[in-house]
């Protein structure tokens, strides 16, 4: 490897400490923060399974509250988010007015926001 022994043997105890850290450690940098050694390995791309089941359940959850809503609200509901509808058009579509919509959409909501906290316990 063209040094000497004794440089060998001192870069093998340099790497010999290095690989015995645990991933879990903290380190302290120049500033004073502290980094971990997995912030360097992973990758921030993309979600880990459990953040992405998480959702799947969250939207599998919403999908069923939305269901569960009385028919004119899940109408709207689906209208405005998914079509995306104005309030003004939804009315001319279900022949009531923007009003009654807007009121509908709040009852909606506020009916969505207990079924998901009941979900979340």
């Known amino acids: 490897m063209g040094m000497d022994l004794e440089k060998y043997f001192q870069l093998i105890e340099e790497v010999h400490s290095l690989s015995f850290m645990s991933l879990d450690d903290f380190q302290e ?32 959850s919403l999908g069923e509250a939305i269901e569960s809503l009385p028919e004119k609200e899940r109408i709207v509901i689906t209208l405005y988010y998914y079509e995306e509808l104005n309030l003004k058009e939804i009315g001319e579509v279900l022949g009531l007015t923007e009003s009654r919509i807007s009121q509908l959409h709040s009852q909606a909501v506020i009916r969505l926001k207990v079924k998901m906290k009941s979900l979340a316990g």
């Open 29 to 60: 940098d120049d500033d004073g923060g502290t980094f971990g050694f997995l912030n360097f390995l992973s990758d921030n791309g993309t979600e880990n399974p459990q953040n992405q089941m998480m959702a799947k359940q969250l939207l599998r």
